[in-house]
């Protein structure tokens, strides 16, 4: 796809994956580094869309994943998390979940924009927006241990 737009990545764990894996390019888990999405297996990759976000699919796409991995009670309402992506969206601008659901699993969500400076297109420079999967649950490696941390941690307004 040429121009502005990002690419949708999804992962689900029982645990948060350790450091060492997440430094990985090579290892199916979320990155330390928001921009190394981008290097990650494409197997992580679930769709692709223009930016900007005009006919709200990559925001329907987040709030479809929220609906099906909701957070915890005590969590972050849903209405503040998809308010600040939306205001990512609104901006072009990344849109990185990282948190535990109320089943407990780790979920990471993330609308990575794309090209970046330093980094061209992963998945080709030509094409149209497309979905790539579903809400495919995404297992941790056996190796991965539980820290207790998430990726990233929305401001409560």
């Known amino acids: 796809m040429s121009g502005l737009h990002w690419h949708a990545y999804a992962y689900n764990g029982r645990e948060l994956p350790p450091d060492k894996d997440r430094r990985d390019p090579d290892c199916p888990v979320p990155p330390l580094d928001i921009a190394h999405w981008l290097l990650k297996p494409a197997r992580l990759l679930a769709a692709t869309y223009p930016a900007p976000d005009t006919d709200q699919s990559a925001y329907g796409w987040l709030r479809t994943e929220l609906d099906a991995f909701p957070r915890g009670p005590r969590d972050l309402p ?31 969500r993330a609308l990575i924009t794309c090209p970046r400076t330093d980094t061209p297109c992963p998945h080709g420079a030509t094409g149209t927006p497309h979905q790539h999967s579903t809400s495919t649950p995404r297992a941790a490696p056996d190796s991965a241990k539980n820290t207790g941390a998430a990726l990233v941690h929305l401001p409560t307004t």
């Not at 990344?94 to 780790?106: E, I, K, M, N």
């Open 78 to 108: 849903p209405t503040a998390q998809l308010a600040h992506a939306r205001d990512c969206l609104n901006r072009s601008t990344d849109v990185v979940w990282g948190y535990w659901s109320a089943t407990g699993l780790y979920i990471s």
